[in-house]
């Protein structure tokens, strides 16, 4: 595809709700990234895979924060029993050479 | 432990006029280094990156930054504003251990670039 696409681009869900964001890379990439970005701050790291293979996941706030990548390809991030506090920006990167490309971002509000 | 401070959370110029923003990074392997350009309502655009090879890095639209070890700093400079450059601007970080492979991102605050007419 041209770029790393994000959907859907905006979600409102009540407390309590779970929530699942998609993130399809840039063909062929490798790599593959989630960042949180709160209003007014820079993006915060929170997962990363190679391939299928979740590499790091240290920056994954709690339990309730999930992600996945079955087929190396697309990767979904899950929030289960969201909270306000979880209402953000979150962005998806793909990269192949060591530069992350970033798709559009998906706007996560919870009420 | 990687990390990067934006010294100016906004910067206002006149266009036609140079712009500088600002950044210390702080790493403790060979650190890679970017600028990242936010638009309103648009996704992160890579600006430049600097991986190690020459100091000073040239990046799209007339940006360029300068990679100081001594400074730990990495500002970005333009020499002449234009209108379609008011955005928000991340200095990023990426430590690599001795290889080649990439990891996380850290990101500074952000600083918000006005241009005057």
């Known amino acids: 595809g041209a770029g790393v696409s994000q959907s859907p681009r905006y979600k409102v869900t009540k407390r309590g709700q779970d929530v699942a964001l998609r993130c399809d890379p840039i063909s062929g990439h490798v790599s593959l990234y989630w960042y949180r970005q709160a209003l007014g701050q820079g993006p915060e790291f929170l997962t990363y895979?190679?391939?299928?293979?979740?590499?790091?996941k240290s920056g994954l706030p709690n339990d309730r924060f999930s992600a996945e990548r079955p087929e190396g390809s697309i990767s979904t991030l899950t929030i289960q029993r969201t909270e306000q506090r979880d209402s953000a920006m979150y962005r998806c990167?793909?990269?192949?050479?060591?530069?992350?490309?970033f798709g559009p971002g998906t706007r996560l509000l919870v009420l | 432990a990687q990390s990067v401070t934006q010294l100016d959370s906004h910067v206002s110029v006149s266009e036609g006029t140079p712009v500088l923003l600002r950044c210390n990074y702080s790493?403790?392997?060979?650190?890679?280094l970017f600028w990242y350009v936010q638009h309103p309502n648009k996704g992160l655009q890579l600006l430049l990156k600097y991986t190690s090879a020459a100091t000073l890095v040239k990046g799209i639209n007339g940006f360029e930054a300068e990679f100081k070890k001594s400074e730990t700093s990495f500002h970005l400079t333009k020499p002449s504003a234009h209108m379609s450059d008011a955005a928000e601007y991340f200095c990023?970080?990426?430590?690599?251990?001795?290889?080649?492979?990439?990891?996380?991102?850290?990101f500074g605050q952000g600083t918000i670039l006005t241009v005057h007419p």
């Open positions: 895979f190679n391939y299928e293979a979740q590499q790091d």
């Open positions: 790493s403790s392997y060979s650190p890679s």
């Open positions: 990167a793909s990269s192949q050479g060591g530069t992350q490309y």
């Open positions: 990023v970080v990426s430590d690599t251990p001795g290889g080649t492979s990439y990891g996380k991102l850290t």
